[in-house]
């Protein structure tokens, strides 16, 4: 069973590393760049949404991007881990577009694992992307065979990952279309750019919390557009009855100052909220 756990804008630690990630020496001191940036995700490192993050950034010359994510689609698989040894296995890649990558054989948090041990030998990274996912995950809420974002999105399991080794991070996730329709993943990269520029500064200077990460959530606008985006907390239920595992983002409605992720979402607004990192023990289970 999964336990929900009461989320805050800055969540305490829960045994684990806290407070602000530190700069290049590991001090907590400022950087000068360029920002070096690890992007994963759940859907595999061949899928649209990753892709689509990279070829946003991949010729900003004031970001060092490095990819590494599964080799497979282990959507759902939350910040579950292979148990090593043996060691796990990564083969050189590229994403859709061609950008070079890596692939783990394992979980996103087993790519975020790999990477930070393994592809950069001088420092870490400033940031870690996860995303952009194929779905929203949105709210905390039993809700049939889901539990959506605190138990088994990979997207958040892999940004919590990162959290726990010290390095901020964000997880994206783009919304279902119903029938054939295409999820607008330009939408997600316009959201995804605008938080790496609001915390780049900070991001540099090591000054970004890692007691919790940020997970936002891009309505795919059948008609109508993007209302704005709202900082909300997390929905711990789901009075209205919304499909949270699929149903039409209303990006045409008239509902203001929804109070939790899964309504603004799910009324056109982009939802950007934060997670504890160690929700589902998941810093007290990488010790």
Same mark, same amino acid.
């Given at each position: 069973?999964?336990?929900?756990?009461?989320?805050?804008?800055?969540?305490?630690?829960?045994?684990?590393?806290?407070?602000?990630?530190?700069?290049?020496?590991?001090?907590?001191?400022?950087?000068?760049?360029?920002?070096?940036?690890?992007?994963?995700?759940?859907?595999?490192?061949?899928?649209?949404?990753?892709?689509?993050?990279?070829?946003?950034?991949?010729?900003?010359?004031?970001?060092?991007?490095?990819?590494?994510?599964?080799?497979?689609?282990?959507?759902?698989?939350?910040?579950?881990?292979?148990?090593?040894?043996?060691?796990?296995?990564?083969?050189?890649?590229?994403?859709?577009?061609?950008?070079?990558?890596?692939?783990?054989?394992?979980?996103? $948090?087993?790519?975020?694992?790999?990477?930070?041990?393994?592809?950069?030998?001088?420092?870490?990274?400033?940031?870690?992307?996860?995303? #952009?996912?194929?779905?929203?995950?949105?709210?905390?809420?039993?809700?049939?065979?889901?539990?959506?974002?605190?138990? #088994?999105?990979?997207?958040?399991? $892999?940004?919590?990952?990162?959290?726990?080794?010290?390095?901020?991070?964000?997880?994206?996730?783009?919304?279902?279309?119903?029938?054939?329709?295409?999820?607008?993943?330009?939408?997600?990269?316009?959201?995804?750019?605008?938080?790496? /520029? $609001?915390?780049?500064?900070?991001?540099?200077?090591?000054?970004?919390?890692?007691?919790?990460?940020?997970?936002?959530? #891009?309505?795919?606008?059948?008609?109508?557009? #993007?209302?704005?985006?709202?900082?909300?907390?997390?929905?711990? /239920?789901?009075?209205?009855?919304?499909?949270?595992?699929?149903?039409?983002?209303?990006?045409?409605?008239?509902?203001?100052?929804?109070?939790?992720?899964?309504?603004?979402?799910?009324?056109?607004?982009?939802?950007?909220?934060?997670?504890?990192?160690?929700?589902?023990?998941?810093?007290?289970?990488?010790?």
């Amino acid at each position: 069973m999964v336990l929900l756990l009461t989320l805050g804008f800055a969540a305490a630690s829960l045994g684990c590393d806290s407070g602000s990630s530190g700069g290049s020496d590991g001090t907590g001191g400022s950087d000068d760049g360029p920002l070096r940036i690890l992007i994963t995700n759940d859907d595999g490192v061949g899928a649209p949404g990753i892709d689509a993050v990279v070829e946003a950034l991949k010729d900003d010359p004031d970001s060092m991007l490095t990819v590494c994510a599964p080799a497979a689609n282990q959507s759902g698989s939350g910040d579950s881990r292979t148990p090593t040894p043996p060691p796990l296995e990564a083969t050189e890649t590229t994403t859709a577009s061609g950008y070079p990558a890596t692939a783990v054989n394992g979980f996103p $948090a087993d790519s975020v694992i790999y990477a930070l041990d393994n592809l950069f030998p001088t420092a870490p990274p400033h940031v870690v992307l996860s995303g #952009i996912n194929a779905g929203q995950n949105v709210g905390a809420v039993p809700s049939g065979r889901f539990f959506l974002l605190s138990g #088994i999105s990979g997207t958040v399991g $892999a940004a919590k990952t990162a959290a726990c080794r010290g390095v901020p991070a964000l997880a994206s996730s783009q919304g279902e279309v119903e029938g054939d329709g295409a999820l607008d993943y330009d939408a997600g990269v316009v959201e995804v750019l605008a938080w790496l /520029e $609001a915390n780049r500064a900070a991001l540099l200077a090591g000054q970004v919390s890692v007691d919790t990460i940020t997970s936002i959530n #891009i309505p795919s606008c059948e008609t109508g557009s #993007i209302r704005g985006t709202l900082e909300v907390p997390l929905a711990a /239920e789901n009075p209205n009855g919304y499909v949270l595992g699929g149903g039409a983002q209303d990006c045409e409605s008239m509902v203001e100052n929804p109070p939790n992720d899964i309504e603004a979402f799910f009324n056109g607004y982009t939802s950007v909220s934060p997670v504890d990192r160690n929700a589902q023990m998941t810093c007290d289970n990488l010790n």
